[in-house]
């Protein structure tokens, strides 16, 4: 891992707000300019802003506009549940790089009333019509990142009525009138989202629909460009007035139809007509007093227990943050969680995935004796074989006055989705299927009417059996290995709210992935340290076996919101991203 002497050099493609920060933290971090970090008066070294303080109410968001959104909904007299559906509603528009109504969602939220946390599964299933046996004659190994075979049902609309129907205050037409506004009357585009979006369109305009309704003259709308979407505002009037069925038993629907039927998909009418999410209970675990709740597979938010598990016997406080100590522990336990992740994260209708057995503590002793202090383990099998039965993304949070939290997170899967974008309805459809594996008998294989192995998830942490934070950490397999390494920021290592977004990041990549053709890790894979680890630790690391690499960009995007002992709300907004945290 050796230094540029000039660090701009190291981010040429990058938009210049990645850029500066990658400058920033070369800056902040490098041992060589150590005493810079003494800048911040604070001196909150891995700091890029102050936290956010709020009476009432907060927002945050990774774009500005939709955090206004948000807190007019909640001025207004909305829940935190409408406040986060307008949000929502809002970056499917703002941000169609990693969300939309096209694809799932997730969320948890807190009920002050209740004094008790509800998790809602928005997550679609393939086409009945679709068959593993229609990959294998295609002579298909991986089912395709884009095009029509990846679609699934789009659970984020349904996910939205059902959170309103429990939480909300406003109509849904109120709730959606924000984004009508924005999509008729325009916005500028921000300059991540503008990045991202220019590398989506040379991949994705084969597929019909999208060069039509995501480009301007077919290219990506440049950042500071005003982007409109009238389509994708009909259709949210359509769902305004004639409510989830406008979307799922109406002509969106049948739009929806057509389109597959002419261009060789597989989802249809009848699975759009049969979609429902679900009410599930939140799965916790303790970590030196404070409990993170994640949501039950499909997802993989259990890894995030499993990992603070893993971690819990060892004194990281002691080794310090960025020591070789904490990356090859934190490493050491991610593999052997991520084992299991693999072997038997789920649809729990087609495989009962031991979630209990999984998150427990006992089970983590028995497992971290497989970790040595001194090497890094190459291969790593699962902890519980089971039986054999024949992804970008957005993530908000939202508070109200009342004490009412979401935790929300939406996606299309992978960038923009799919490409898929049937004609006149302003969205394109997800790319969820992906996550399925080609392999008959494998928890995670194919089969029609199914919900794949998911990545996105929220998180909330309570203390005492209170609302303590609600968070998310979005970016793929990031969002497990993030939503542990935030709490450890917390607790471990006593960085405000902030600073434990703005801290540098581990991301360890090449386990055994739930997906794809499911090949086992046999190397060790890849640990990628983001700029602000010492070249000691990477050394340490080296000796221990671990292949570190640089890796510009796989972090994950965070966003918190905080309840403040004194009284009201502190928020943080994700440094990496163009968003806001913003309160009232």
């Known amino acids: 891992m050796v230094r540029d002497a000039d660090p701009r050099s190291r981010f040429p493609e990058r938009p210049a707000a990645l ?274 709740w994640e949501l039950p597979p499909n997802g993989q938010g259990i890894a995030a227990l499993q990992i603070l598990n893993l971690l819990e016997p060892y004194d990281l406080a002691k080794y310090g943050f960025g020591s070789p100590e904490h990356v090859h522990l934190f490493v050491e336990a991610k593999k052997l969680a991520f084992a299991d992740r693999a072997a038997s994260y789920a649809d729990p209708d087609f495989f009962k995935t031991p979630v209990e057995r999984l998150v427990s503590k006992a089970y983590a002793r028995e497992r971290g004796k497989a970790i040595s202090m001194d090497r890094a383990a190459r291969a790593v099998e699962p902890g519980i074989i089971p039986e054999i039965n024949e992804g970008d993304t957005i993530y908000l949070a939202t508070a109200d006055a009342d004490g009412m939290m979401v935790s929300l997170i939406q996606s299309n899967y992978r960038g923009m989705g799919s490409g898929m974008a049937p004609p006149g309805l302003g969205f394109i459809l997800q790319d969820r299927g992906e996550q399925f594996v080609l392999k008959p008998g494998h928890p995670n294989a194919f089969a029609p009417g199914k919900r794949p192995f998911h990545t996105i998830i929220p998180a909330f942490v309570t203390k005492d059996g209170k609302p303590w934070l609600s968070f998310g950490l979005m970016g793929g397999a990031m969002q497990p290995q993030g939503h542990a390494q935030i709490l450890i920021n917390l607790v471990d290592f006593g960085m405000n709210l902030q600073e434990a977004g703005d801290a540098p990041r581990i991301q360890h990549d090449g386990s055994t992935e739930p997906a794809g053709q499911n090949v086992a890790m046999d190397d060790g894979g890849e640990v990628d340290l983001e700029t602000g680890y010492g070249y000691g630790t990477v050394r340490a690391l080296m000796r221990k076996g671990h292949s570190v690499r640089f890796a510009d960009g796989p972090y994950g995007g965070y966003q918190a919101i905080m309840v403040n002992p004194e009284g009201g709300y502190v928020g943080a907004s994700e440094s990496r991203k163009d968003g806001q945290a913003a309160g009232y």
């Open 19 to 292: 850029r500066a920060l990658a400058v920033l933290a070369l800056a902040l971090f490098s041992p060589a300019m150590a005493a810079l970090a003494a800048d911040r008066v604070t001196g909150e070294a891995f700091a890029t802003r102050s936290e956010v303080y709020a009476p009432q109410a907060m927002a945050a968001t990774s774009h500005p506009l939709a955090t206004q959104v948000a807190l007019d909904v909640m001025q207004a007299g909305g829940s935190a549940v409408d406040a986060a559906i307008a949000a929502n509603a809002a970056l499917g528009l703002m941000e169609p790089t990693g969300n939309g109504i096209g694809g799932d969602l997730f969320a948890i939220v807190w009920d002050p009333k209740t004094r008790k946390l509800h998790g809602y599964n928005g997550s679609g299933r393939s086409p009945k019509a679709l068959t593993l046996a229609e990959f294998q004659r295609r002579g298909l190994s991986d089912i395709p990142p884009h095009g029509p075979l990846p679609v699934t049902v789009p659970g984020a609309v349904d996910g939205w009525f059902a959170l309103h129907g429990r939480f909300g205050k406003r109509t849904m037409a109120q709730n959606l009138a924000p984004a009508i506004r924005y999509a008729r009357q325009g916005h500028p585009v921000h300059e991540v989202i503008a990045y991202y979006w220019n590398r989506s369109v040379p991949v994705l305009s084969k597929w019909p629909g999208f060069r039509e309704q995501f480009t301007i003259d077919g290219r990506a709308p440049r950042r500071g460009e005003t982007w409109r979407n009238p389509n994708l505002a009909n259709t949210l009037e359509a769902i305004g007035r004639g409510g989830r069925d406008a979307f799922y038993k109406g002509d969106i629907a049948r739009t929806i139809d057509a389109y597959f039927k002419a261009n060789d998909g597989f989802l249809r009418y009848e699975d759009l007509a049969a979609h429902a999410g679900e009410w599930v209970e939140p799965v916790g675990t303790d970590y030196r007093g404070h409990t993170l």
